[in-house]
């Protein structure tokens, strides 16, 4: 194949033959203002392959050996891994205010059973948020259980599309600039300092996580475990509005009853489900599945 300096420009067919190849894989939805976004994106992974056209490159997804592969390594490029530790304090002290709720309903009938919250971090991506969820349900007040004699476990599932965003958050290592949002406490109590300006999250909480590569669009076909918390926030941006609404529902039936559903603000206006109800806040969108 030709060396190239600048791919031609995109036309209007190209991009929706793109468009529709997206949204159909992943559910995706790439409006024409991100136009630019793709072709960058594209750009350097046809350079990467030594590819001159986009159809030769659209092609190459679909046939041959290691074209699975590929559209892997291309969906890690086009999928947006925007996150950080403590992205939003105040849905993290939803969390930790409904898990607490939950103890303390568990501890008004005198039981020698330990307490047990499981947490569903949907879109982690390279684990920042999952491992902020740990560390708030390891804060919980568990006095009332402990007097009781009793246990408190917890367990977080992070999902995500992108399997190198998935093997990054497995390790748990990040690098100080990253753990600026981290209080200095918690830095010292959950990770344990590598060299090089480098931190990796102590296996106390590694232990709690499981992360699972899944796409969003395909969870009518996964196992529906139960979750007392699902967390989902800025991934419902990426699809439109009536994947959106299957998407919820999908949620709904994995939550617990009396569990807890949050939003990212706005994605997902008008939300009407007879199994949920909204959470009076100001500041998140969030839902609780009756019957707690």
Same mark, same amino acid.
């Given at each position: 194949?030709?060396?190239?300096?600048?791919?031609?420009e995109?036309?209007?067919e190209e991009f929706?033959?793109?468009?529709?190849? @997206?949204?159909?894989?992943? #559910?995706?939805? *790439?409006?024409e203002?991100?136009?630019s976004? $793709?072709? =960058?994106?594209?750009a350097? /992974?046809?350079r990467?392959?030594?590819f001159?056209?986009?159809?030769?490159?659209?092609d190459? @997804?679909d046939?041959g050996v #290691?074209?699975? *592969?590929?559209?892997?390594?291309?969906?890690? $490029?086009? =999928?947006?891994?925007?996150? /950080?530790?403590?992205?939003?304090?105040a849905?993290?002290d939803?969390?930790?205010?409904?898990?607490e709720?939950?103890i303390?309903?568990?501890?008004?009938?005198?039981s020698?059973?330990?307490v047990?919250?499981?947490?569903?971090?949907?879109?982690c991506?390279?684990?920042?948020?999952?491992?902020?969820?740990?560390m708030?349900l390891?804060?919980?007040?568990?006095?009332?259980?402990?007097k009781?004699?009793?246990?408190f476990?917890?367990?977080?599932?992070?999902?995500?599309?992108s399997?190198?965003a998935?093997?990054q958050?497995?390790?748990?290592i990040?690098?100080?600039?990253?753990?600026?949002?981290?209080?200095?406490?918690?830095?010292e109590e959950?990770?344990?300092?590598?060299?090089d300006?480098?931190y990796?999250?102590?296996?106390q909480?590694?232990?709690?996580?499981?992360?699972?590569q899944?796409?969003?669009?395909?969870?009518?076909?996964?196992?529906?475990q139960l979750?007392?918390?699902?967390y989902?926030q800025?991934?419902l941006?990426y699809f439109?509005?009536?994947?959106r609404?299957e998407?919820?529902k999908?949620f709904?039936?994995r939550l617990a009853?009396?569990?807890?559903?949050?939003l990212?603000p706005?994605?997902?206006?008008?939300l009407?489900?007879?199994l949920?109800?909204?959470?009076?806040t100001?500041?998140c969108?969030?839902?609780?599945?009756?019957?707690?």
């Amino acid at each position: 194949m030709a060396a190239f300096e600048q791919l031609p420009e995109m036309n209007s067919e190209e991009f929706y033959r793109w468009q529709q190849l @997206l949204e159909q894989r992943t #559910g995706v939805w *790439l409006s024409e203002n991100r136009k630019s976004f $793709l072709v =960058t994106n594209l750009a350097q /992974r046809m350079r990467e392959r030594g590819f001159d056209r986009y159809q030769d490159y659209f092609d190459s @997804l679909d046939s041959g050996v #290691g074209s699975a *592969l590929e559209w892997a390594n291309l969906i890690d $490029l086009l =999928t947006v891994h925007e996150t /950080r530790f403590f992205r939003d304090q105040a849905s993290m002290d939803l969390v930790r205010n409904h898990v607490e709720k939950l103890i303390s309903k568990a501890t008004a009938v005198e039981s020698g059973e330990p307490v047990n919250a499981q947490v569903w971090s949907v879109g982690c991506s390279t684990g920042e948020e999952v491992y902020s969820l740990a560390m708030v349900l390891s804060e919980v007040n568990t006095s009332a259980l402990d007097k009781q004699g009793r246990n408190f476990y917890f367990g977080l599932t992070g999902v995500d599309i992108s399997f190198p965003a998935l093997a990054q958050a497995r390790e748990g290592i990040y690098h100080q600039r990253k753990l600026l949002s981290v209080p200095a406490i918690m830095l010292e109590e959950y990770f344990d300092s590598l060299a090089d300006g480098y931190y990796q999250v102590k296996n106390q909480l590694r232990h709690r996580t499981c992360f699972v590569q899944a796409n969003v669009q395909e969870l009518e076909s996964a196992p529906k475990q139960l979750y007392d918390v699902i967390y989902c926030q800025n991934v419902l941006i990426y699809f439109q509005n009536a994947r959106r609404e299957e998407i919820v529902k999908q949620f709904v039936n994995r939550l617990a009853p009396g569990g807890l559903l949050i939003l990212g603000p706005g994605e997902l206006n008008n939300l009407s489900h007879p199994l949920i109800e909204k959470v009076s806040t100001k500041h998140c969108q969030a839902y609780l599945r009756a019957g707690g």
